[in-house]
């Protein structure tokens, strides 16, 4: 990532997938956007360049030229790329097929990265031709504010990779903390679950999520609360990384609440569209 032509692919323009890409833009890393869903298309633009005004305000953006956004259809215009970062829904099969196509369209030396939040990486890696370019790196939301993020080695990461995924967080100016490879790794497997208890306080109507949130934050120093956070990562991804902890874990507590389940069935699926745990007024879905 040293030469300033060098640019990343990112793969979904979901919420992660648009976060990563205004921190890359942010820090003068061009970008390749690719999404085949044609309205998630349409309208990714305008949701990064909003990102990018909002991290401009808070001051989470330096002084460098802004890189440039490109916003595809087709993987195979991956094929000039340093790394790609695969951002889309968290379903195997699915991030499977999309590194499989991304590791078709580069070259050998091209590191692949999968920004799943709960299934471990060499799962993901023994289905693929290349296994030794897969690597984990965990993006927190908004990526341009939380300065660290969790790589996770596989069993069959190589060290080209690893070397890779070193200058790729360097030009991104972001710290990595390298931790084992399992269901949820360090951070979803601790949150995740803690959140799911959360929502179920608020199911046995214990509490209001306002409570909850308020006693996590001013009792145990949450930066935001649980359910906030919840409502900022989307309850729809947080139900399906629920599901693949409870999958490979066995753990009760990993099932998703009613709760949960209920929102995600009605609609709310937090900040992304409006309404969750709370209401976002003016939020464009």
């Not at 360097?170 to 929502?199: C, E, K, Q, W, Y």
């Not at 947080?238 to 069935?265: I, M």
Request: hydrophobic share 40%; aromatic share 2%; with cysteine.
């Amino acid at each position: 990532m040293e030469d300033p032509a060098a640019r990343l692919a990112v793969l979904g323009a979901g919420v992660m997938g648009v976060s990563i890409t205004t921190l890359a833009l942010g820090q003068g890393v061009p970008v390749l956007l690719v999404e085949t869903d044609p309205q998630k298309r349409a309208g990714a633009r305008a949701r990064i360049e909003r990102e990018l005004r909002m991290a401009h305000l808070m001051g989470a953006r330096p002084d460098v030229p802004q890189g440039q956004l490109v916003i595809s259809d087709s993987l195979g215009d991956c094929r000039d790329v340093d790394a790609v970062i695969e951002a889309v829904t968290e379903d195997a099969g699915l991030k499977v097929k999309a590194l499989t196509e991304a590791g078709a369209a580069t070259s050998p030396g091209t590191a692949l990265v999968t920004n799943t939040s709960s299934i471990p990486v060499d799962e993901l890696a023994s289905q693929l031709p290349d296994p030794e370019r897969l690597v984990g790196v965990h993006f927190m939301n908004p990526s341009y504010l939380i300065r660290t993020v969790e790589v996770i080695r596989g069993a069959r990461t190589g060290e080209q990779t690893v070397a890779a995924v070193r200058r790729v967080l360097a030009a991104l100016d972001r710290r990595g903390v390298f931790v084992g490879d399992g269901p949820g790794f360090v951070t979803s497997r601790v949150l995740h679950r803690m959140i799911n208890d959360a929502a179920r306080v608020v199911q046995e109507g214990r509490a209001t999520a306002e409570d909850v949130d308020t006693l996590m934050q001013d009792c145990l120093g949450h930066r935001t609360g649980p359910l906030r956070t919840a409502d900022l990562i989307g309850l729809d991804n947080l139900v399906d990384s629920l599901w693949v902890l409870h999958q490979r874990t066995g753990d009760e507590g990993c099932r998703p609440c009613d709760l949960l389940l209920q929102k995600v069935r009605d609609g709310e699926h937090g900040r992304k569209n409006g309404r969750g745990f709370y209401t976002y007024p003016g939020t464009v879905t």
